[in-house]
């Protein structure tokens, strides 16, 4: 099992930024991906960005070159944290963020951070 506890999120103006971070406990050597997805309302979940245990980033067209994925999984550590930075943030944008980790039979979600942009 993997739990996933997630932080950060919050209200911006357009143009802000913000940080979401999710630290992964219990089984994380089993972890291959951790990603972030967010769904808005009326929308389905999509999404936003992820990163390999290697390092090997993809992110969605809507946020590449605002968002800026990481992941900190050292290999004595207990834990596996996936951080997203957000620049340079839209009305758009504004959606539950949640976390994921994929082991490639299981994935986990975290519960979702709200993040709104208004003005």
């Known amino acids: 099992q993997v739990q996933l506890v997630e932080s950060g999120g919050g209200s911006v103006q357009p143009g802000g930024s913000l940080r979401l971070s999710c630290a992964a406990s219990?089984?994380?050597?089993?972890?291959?991906?951790m990603g972030w997805y967010r769904q808005a309302p009326g929308k389905e979940r999509e999404l936003i960005a992820d990163?390999?245990?290697?390092?090997?980033?993809?992110?969605?067209?809507s946020v590449k070159g605002r968002f800026t994925i990481s992941r900190d999984n050292a290999r004595d550590s207990a834990k596996d944290t996936v951080n997203l930075e957000m620049n340079s943030l839209k009305p758009e944008d504004t959606a539950v963020y949640y976390c994921?980790?994929?082991?490639?039979?299981?994935?986990?979600w975290g519960q979702g951070t709200q993040v709104t942009v208004s003005s």
């Open positions: 219990g089984r994380i050597s089993s972890i291959l991906v």
């Open positions: 994921r980790a994929g082991s490639g039979q299981y994935e986990y």
């Open positions: 990163i390999t245990r290697g390092g090997t980033q993809r992110y969605s067209d």
